[in-house]
């Protein structure tokens, strides 16, 4: 069984640039969760999305910042006009559903992308 | 705004010792799971615990939820080198509806042969 896969695992950006992270869940999986890891701190929550569906965005960033979970295919974070405090690992995670409670407990992680603004 | 305060943020000790790593919050959570995380990759789940006063035990590991579900504790005993890495803590929310994870700021272990 294949775990959540993230690609790239590194991605350059010069600052103005777009940023395009995706992230395919593990299979049997409907919940996705990007975190954000900056240097020596610990993960920060940014948006839980479902299929075609964002549920939670409280931790995204009013601008620049979106995120997406097609019909078909993975999800993807989006950066817009990258600036240097962009740079950080940004980390997917993906749960499955626990019956009529939603999703599960425990989420698990993809190896990250770590993104380097220049 | 929930927080989880993770102690220690540094230990390192001799092969063979016993530790404790505490992670501590004012707030309730339905959930508490641990994680390690190696450099270069995304955090591993090792447990979870949903019941206050709940131990697992992950062979020389053991995990303890505590009975108001506000504070967690992982023991292990008889350190060896391979245990070095980065634990995190991280609690769902007691919030209807909430999913995300909060996590704590991270334990950096280091084990010396």
């Known amino acids: 069984n294949a775990g959540v896969m993230q690609n790239p695992r590194h991605l350059v950006r010069r600052r103005g640039q777009e940023a395009r992270l995706r992230c395919s869940p593990m299979k049997g999986h409907s919940h996705v969760y990007w975190y954000r890891q900056l240097p020596e701190e610990g993960l920060k929550f940014m948006v839980y999305l479902q299929k075609e569906n964002i549920i939670d965005e409280s931790g995204m960033p009013k601008e620049r910042f979106s995120a997406e979970f097609p019909k078909e295919g993975p999800s993807i974070l989006r950066i817009q006009q990258v600036v240097r405090g962009d740079s950080a690992a940004y980390f997917c995670?993906?749960?499955?559903?626990?019956?009529?409670?939603?999703?599960?407990?425990?989420?698990?992680f993809g190896p990250g992308t770590r993104l380097t603004v220049t | 705004t929930q927080l989880l305060e993770q102690s220690p943020q540094f230990l390192s000790i001799q092969e063979g010792e016993n530790l404790t790593v505490y992670c501590n919050s004012s707030?309730?959570?339905?959930?508490l799971q641990w994680y390690r995380q190696e450099p270069g990759e995304g955090p591993v789940l090792l447990v979870t615990?949903?019941?206050?006063?709940e131990v697992k035990k992950l062979k020389r590991l053991t995990f303890q939820f505590g009975d108001a579900r506000k504070d967690s504790s992982l023991h292990i005993t008889a350190a060896q080198p391979g245990d070095t890495g980065l634990y995190l803590c991280a609690g769902a929310p007691l919030i209807q509806g909430a999913q995300k994870l909060v996590f704590g700021q991270g334990t950096r272990l280091t084990i010396n042969p």
């Open positions: 615990v949903v019941t206050g006063g």
């Open positions: 707030s309730v959570f339905s959930s």
């Open positions: 995670a993906s749960s499955p559903t626990r019956g009529l409670a939603g999703a599960s407990y425990e989420q698990y």
